[in-house]
């Protein structure tokens, strides 16, 4: 089993990420365990819905199943951006970088389609 430092420093290095905007950010190891722990459980979701389409369960028990992980998202996302709002854009507007503002809402437009 990896070590969870060593997960956290691996996503915080996301080539992806950092691609996209040059920045990363390190987490509490609260905030990761917190975060990590409920994408695991989306996951397993993801799985279960697999199975059941294996299985052929019948149509709505599916769509249920998929909004289930649809709100799981949500609240990922959720406290993400909570966290993202408390610690990166408060962070930057006290040291009088108001571009953050401008990528939170920028953000928001993208989550909201």
Known sequence: ME?????????????HCAHNSGRTKER???????????????E????????MLEK???CPDI???VSSVTSALNSFNKELLASHIKTCV???????N??????????LKKLMR
Not at 3 to 15: D, G, P, R, S
Not at 29 to 38: G, I, P, T, V
Not at 44 to 51: N, P
């Open 63 to 65: 769509l249920i199943q």
């Open 44 to 51: 397993g979701q993801i799985r279960g819905i697999e199975g």
């Open 28 to 42: 509490t190891e609260k905030e990761f365990r917190s975060l990590m722990n409920r994408l695991k459980r989306i």
């Open 3 to 15: 070590n969870n430092t060593e997960t956290k420093k691996q996503m915080n290095a996301c080539a």
């Open 90 to 96: 408060a962070g930057d507007i006290r040291q009088g």
């Open 98 to 107: 108001d571009e953050s503002i401008d990528e939170l809402v920028e953000v």
């Open 56 to 58: 052929d369960a019948y």
